[in-house]
């Protein structure tokens, strides 16, 4: 199967790496040069905590692209993935039976998908894997993770089980879930409350944790998504999604570390907070639903980033 990674930043090149080393016919493509032209001279450089290496994996610029894939890992941020669909689409890249995974976090990427593929050649994924960038063509991986995958449609196919044995060849541990949207809904509540208020208020995780309201503070935002992903027929539950959160507190979890928007508004690139509290409010006003919490949160987010420019 020629595959594709479609945004081979951080976890892209994570993901592209893996495939690569376990015999895939992958090729990363982004627009970025010097982190294209970095792999292709001297292959991904990767920072593992005792060793560093390269990894010979082809990568494309998006305009160099002149060939169809069989399967497009999309691994863009979530703002620009239809951007790169549309780009692909362009070149014929997506050819009659090619099938879209989205592995990005956040909400609402299958219909997003669907504009350019049918639901059954759509698949979700989400993953627990992690993955960082030092520079143009070198990454750092720690950690271990996992992925579950389902086609957009909730049917079981052939093509999934070729899809998640090709990741489990790649040591990336995937299991094929009879309920992703559960999964999808319940990271993106843990990335909708720590994301955004660790970069608002400028703090680690462990740092926000240590505030003694802190579960009294997260509540109303939590409640706010469950009642959306309840009428999107998604049923989470407000102890689980707490502890999801609770977990992530501790130092020997994620207390040391900024998330990933506090990072994104530091260097000054757009967030995801559209894909995140901004889809719940986006949801809420579609159904009806209030979500007060979550509409300030993007506004605050949408301020912090107006500051990069
Ligand atoms: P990333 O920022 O590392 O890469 C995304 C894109 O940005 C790539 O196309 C990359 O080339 C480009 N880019 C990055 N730095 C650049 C620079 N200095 N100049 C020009 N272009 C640059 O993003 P990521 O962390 O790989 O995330 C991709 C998706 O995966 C997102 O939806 C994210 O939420 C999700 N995700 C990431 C992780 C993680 O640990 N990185 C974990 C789970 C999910």
């Known amino acids: 199967m020629k595959i594709a990674v479609a945004g081979a930043g951080a976890l892209g090149g994570r993901v592209g790496i893996q495939l690569h080393e376990s015999g895939v016919d992958v090729t990363l493509i982004d627009r970025w040069e010097e982190h294209v032209n970095a792999i292709n ?5 990767v920072h593992t905590e005792d060793k560093v290496y390269q990894v010979p994996v082809k990568a494309k610029l998006l305009e160099d692209i002149d060939e169809s894939y069989d399967l497009i890992i999309i691994l863009t941020k979530a703002m620009y993935a239809e951007d790169m669909l549309q780009a ?3 070149k014929n890249s997506i050819h009659a039976e090619t099938a ?6 956040g909400l609402g990427h299958g219909d997003r998908l669907a504009k350019y593929v049918s639901k059954d050649r759509i698949y979700l994924a989400v993953t627990m894997w992690t993955a960082g960038l030092k520079g143009p063509g070198q990454i750092v991986l720690t950690g271990s993770g996992g992925i579950q995958i389902q086609r957009a449609d909730g049917i079981a196919s052939k093509m999934t089980e070729e899809i998640n044995d090709i990741f489990n060849t790649a040591n990336l541990n995937s299991i094929i879930s009879r309920d992703v949207q559960h999964s999808i809904w319940a990271k993106a509540t843990l990335n909708s409350v720590l994301n955004p208020l660790c970069s608002i208020l400028d703090k680690r995780i462990g740092e926000f944790a ?3 309201a802190v579960i009294e503070m997260i509540t109303p ?9 309840g009428a999107r027929g998604v049923n989470l539950d407000f102890d689980a999604s707490l ?3 609770k977990a992530a507190f501790p130092d020997s979890a994620a207390g040391l570390h900024y998330p990933s928007m506090h990072q994104d508004l530091a260097k000054g690139v757009q967030t995801e907070v559209d894909y995140l509290n901004g889809k719940i409010s986006e949801y809420g006003k579609e159904y009806g639903i209030k979500t007060p919490n979550n509409d300030m949160i993007t506004h605050l987010i ?3 980033e ?3 420019h």
């Open 41 to 45: 001279e001297k292959g991904m450089e």
């Open 100 to 105: 879209i995974l989205t592995m990005m976090n």
């Open 88 to 90: 692909l689409y362009e």
């Open 306 to 308: 107006m500051k990069n």
């Open 243 to 245: 502890e999801k959160i």
């Open 221 to 229: 935002i939590i409640e706010e998504i469950i009642e959306v992903a």
């Open 210 to 212: 240590a505030y003694g």
């Open 302 to 304: 949408h301020q912090l």
